[in-house]
């Protein structure tokens, strides 16, 4: 019998690719997010507006009228914003917190009772090294994903005594259309900051699009879905390993030191 998976975020990026590559190796698949995707799909589909509490419950419901029985919940969906924070609006900042951070929880909410009742179940929030080292003109996602990595701790032990495993990837740079449906300040030049953040965006770019591709973070699920009894964090690619594993030993003035060297300078 195949088992059960609903993924948000899965019209595009990682959500997409691991919708896909579930579906192809059999699991019966369950995408969620706002629009359908722009390709033709082998999966079932629930449109959901992340940042709006009565999508998630309506989506919900109709997947659990249909489906009965969850074997793993996905929390892919994400997004991203940049600027100076100096610059950046409540409203902007309250809608990544939204997406990434309160969509993600109200949508594990609303699966969890199901994920209970059965055997070996799992949630993976797709988090970010962006989590674990601080990116500068980016502080808010680095924010939403620090505190996506609290929320998977928290959650693991939580649900440890019904048998829910909780993990969370940490991808790097994945060369996704994340880059491009980036929010961006539309101050990037200005008197204060001068080109500083205009700079910071197109390295952060350009090291996204020359990143890894999607289908290895989709491997990273897959190999969580299979193991009996997965890890709290999976950092995905070696130079990001390295990069979460120095930060353990490293001084936090230095950590900060490279950081600004490489995105705020």
Same mark, same amino acid.
């Given at each position: 019998?195949?088992?059960?998976?609903?993924?948000?975020?899965?019209?595009?990026?990682?959500?997409?690719?691991?919708?896909?590559?579930?579906?192809?190796?059999?699991?019966?698949?369950?995408?969620?997010?706002?629009?359908?995707?722009?390709?033709?799909?082998?999966?079932?589909?629930?449109?959901?507006?992340?940042?709006?509490?009565?999508?998630?419950?309506?989506?919900?419901?109709?997947?659990?009228?249909?489906?009965?029985?969850?074997?793993?919940?996905?929390?892919?969906?994400?997004?991203?914003?940049?600027?100076?924070?100096?610059?950046?609006?409540?409203?902007?900042?309250?809608?990544i917190i939204d997406v990434n951070i309160i969509g993600?929880?109200?949508?594990? &909410? +609303?699966?969890?009772?199901? =994920? #209970?009742?059965?055997?070996?179940?799992?949630?993976?929030?797709? *988090?970010? !090294?962006?989590?674990?080292?601080?990116?500068?003109?980016?502080?808010?996602?680095?924010?939403?994903?620090?505190?996506? &990595? +609290?929320?998977?701790?928290? =959650? #693991?032990?939580?649900?440890?005594?019904?048998?829910?495993?909780? *993990?969370? !990837?940490?991808?790097?740079?994945?060369?996704?259309s994340f880059t491009a449906n980036r929010q961006k300040?539309?101050?990037?030049?200005?008197?204060?900051?001068?080109? #500083?953040?205009?700079?910071?965006?197109?390295?952060?770019?350009?090291?996204?699009?020359?990143?890894?591709?999607?289908?290895?973070?989709t491997a990273v699920i897959l190999k969580i879905l299979?193991?009996?009894?997965?890890?709290?964090?999976?950092?995905?690619?070696?130079?990001?390993?390295?990069?979460?594993?120095?930060?353990?030993?490293?001084?936090?003035?230095?950590?900060?030191?490279?950081?600004?060297?490489?995105?705020?300078?």
């Amino acid at each position: 019998m195949s088992r059960t998976v609903v993924i948000s975020g899965a019209s595009s990026g990682i959500g997409l690719a691991t919708a896909k590559k579930l579906s192809s190796l059999g699991y019966q698949v369950i995408g969620l997010s706002r629009q359908m995707p722009k390709e033709a799909i082998t999966f079932d589909y629930f449109l959901c507006d992340l940042a709006d509490e009565t999508s998630i419950q309506k989506a919900a419901q109709n997947i659990l009228d249909k489906y009965p029985t969850i074997d793993a919940l996905i929390n892919c969906a994400g997004m991203g914003i940049s600027g100076a924070i100096e610059y950046t609006t409540l409203r902007e900042a309250k809608r990544i917190i939204d997406v990434n951070i309160i969509g993600s929880y109200l949508l594990s &909410n +609303a699966f969890i009772p199901t =994920l #209970r009742k059965t055997k070996g179940s799992r949630i993976i929030n797709i *988090s970010s !090294v962006a989590g674990e080292l601080t990116v500068p003109f980016q502080t808010f996602y680095s924010m939403t994903k620090a505190a996506m &990595n +609290a929320y998977t701790e928290g =959650l #693991r032990m939580e649900l440890k005594p019904f048998g829910v495993h909780v *993990s969370a !990837v940490l991808p790097g740079d994945t060369k996704t259309s994340f880059t491009a449906n980036r929010q961006k300040s539309p101050i990037e030049v200005d008197p204060i900051y001068q080109d #500083r953040i205009k700079r910071s965006i197109e390295r952060m770019e350009n090291d996204e699009q020359h990143g890894h591709d999607p289908q290895k973070v989709t491997a990273v699920i897959l190999k969580i879905l299979k193991r009996k009894n997965p890890p709290v964090f999976v950092t995905v690619g070696v130079k990001y390993k390295i990069f979460v594993f120095l930060k353990r030993f490293f001084p936090k003035r230095l950590l900060n030191w490279i950081m600004y060297i490489m995105y705020a300078k």
